[in-house]
């Protein structure tokens, strides 16, 4: 099935090493993140963290890990986004577990947090969007397993001064549920793994509060992961020229082809 001129899988990477080859490793798809856990954790559907795709300012996550009602005995973490290209979202940045930690580490600049958090699940998905300061005035959960996938949540003090976050509005993230084998993404690609018993979740998230331009700039990237740290996601949205150019060869492929079809005609 053909997708959308204007979607894209942003899945990157997360650089931790392959998970072992009973999980087929290193994964599959866009980034290598489908069908792959991270090393000496859970393999399997329910753990999986799949994909990011990005179409306008719509953010997807595809997960194989039930988004809102979590995995006993973890729930799914914040979604961290650097706009600037500086953040140090990569194992070592934190090499501890079951601890707080902060932003000096990091270098996120916003912070979706789930505000209705109850044991494993978050709920039906609300939460708060935060600006928050690049330094250690802003604290962060880590996981309880795998440092590698730190941070997990933002930590919100009852009180807090605009120097270190702005809350700048809420949301909610509807999921649909997909039992499909295959689930096609919106820009064409794929995940794999579905069924009745372990399914796709699929969040959506308004991404429309960044800065203009930053969903295109080659420097934003998204991180989430579970309070296991069992599997990590990343995304980075890529060069907008790079988009557009593309998306012309694309065109003129088209163009050629129907040049060339007149002709034979």
Not at 49 to 54: P, R, V, Y
Not at 239 to 262: E, P
Request: charged fraction near 15%.
């Amino acid at each position: 099935m053909a997708g959308s001129a204007n979607a894209l899988n942003i899945t990157i990477n997360d650089l931790q090493a392959p998970n072992s080859a009973g999980y087929h490793a290193p994964g599959r798809g866009v980034g290598g993140e489908d069908q792959e856990t991270e090393p000496g954790t859970a393999s399997g559907q329910a753990w999986d963290l799949e994909a990011f795709s990005l179409n306008g300012s719509k953010l997807k996550i595809y997960s194989g890990y039930n988004l809102l009602a979590g995995e006993k005995p973890y729930g799914l973490g914040d979604l961290f986004i650097d706009v600037d290209g500086n953040a140090n979202w990569m194992p070592g940045a934190d090499n501890h577990i079951s601890g707080t930690t902060d932003n000096s580490k990091f270098h996120y600049d916003y912070v979706v947090h789930w505000n209705a958090r109850s044991g494993t699940s978050i709920g039906t998905g609300t939460y708060d969007i935060y600006k928050i300061a690049d330094n250690a005035s802003v604290k962060f959960k880590e996981t309880v397993f795998k440092s590698g996938s730190n941070p997990w949540t933002l930590i919100v003090p009852e009180k807090y001064t605009e120097a270190s976050m702005v809350k700048l509005g809420s949301g909610i993230m509807p999921v649909v549920v997909d039992t499909h084998a295959v689930v096609t993404l919106d820009d064409g690609s794929t995940v794999i793994g579905g069924s009745a018993t372990t399914p796709h979740f699929i969040g959506a998230l308004d991404m429309s509060f960044l800065p203009v331009g930053s969903l295109g700039n080659n420097k934003t990237l998204f991180h989430i992961t579970m309070e296991c740290g069992n599997d990590a996601l990343v995304g980075r949205v890529p060069d907008s020229g790079s988009t557009l150019a593309l998306m012309g060869a694309a065109m003129s492929g088209l163009a050629f082809i129907g040049r060339r079809a007149r002709r034979q005609s």
